[in-house]
């Protein structure tokens, strides 16, 4: 089992940064990718970034791109999700996840309970 857990959302107006990090803990020598998805009110969940665990390679939804940087810190089990220039639309509940197999087609293996991340205009 690996246990995640999501801290840094918060209320920022449009235009504002947030950091986002999900910690990870248990087995975390299963772990090849780890990402983050978002949940807004009445849409599905969507994917927004992903990184691999070893290697760093990331992956991107064009949504975010240029916007939004994925790392990861290795020692400390740690990802996280750098927002810049937010936008209202940016507003959701964001979850981590990790998985198996590369960024773009990772198998999800585990969640986070999720952190909400709201944008005022």
């Known amino acids: 089992q690996v246990q995640l857990v999501e801290s840094g959302g918060g209320l920022v107006q449009a235009g504002g940064s947030l950091r986002l990090s999900c910690a990870a803990s248990?087995?975390?020598?299963?772990?090849?990718?780890m990402g983050w998805f978002r949940q807004a009110p009445g849409k599905e969940r969507e994917f927004v970034a992903a990184?691999?665990?070893?290697?760093?390679?990331?992956y991107y939804a064009d949504s975010v791109k240029g916007r939004f940087t994925i790392s990861r810190d290795y020692p400390k089990n740690t990802v996280y999700l750098q927002m810049n220039s937010l936008k209202p639309e940016d507003t959701a509940v964001y979850y981590c996840?990790?998985?198996?197999?590369?960024?773009?087609?990772?198998?999800?293996?585990?969640w986070g309970q999720g952190t909400q991340v709201t944008v005022s205009s």
């Open positions: 248990g087995r975390t020598f299963s772990i090849y990718t």
């Open positions: 990184v691999s665990w070893s290697g760093g390679s990331t």
């Open positions: 996840n990790s998985g198996r197999g590369s960024p773009r087609t990772y198998e999800y293996d585990y």
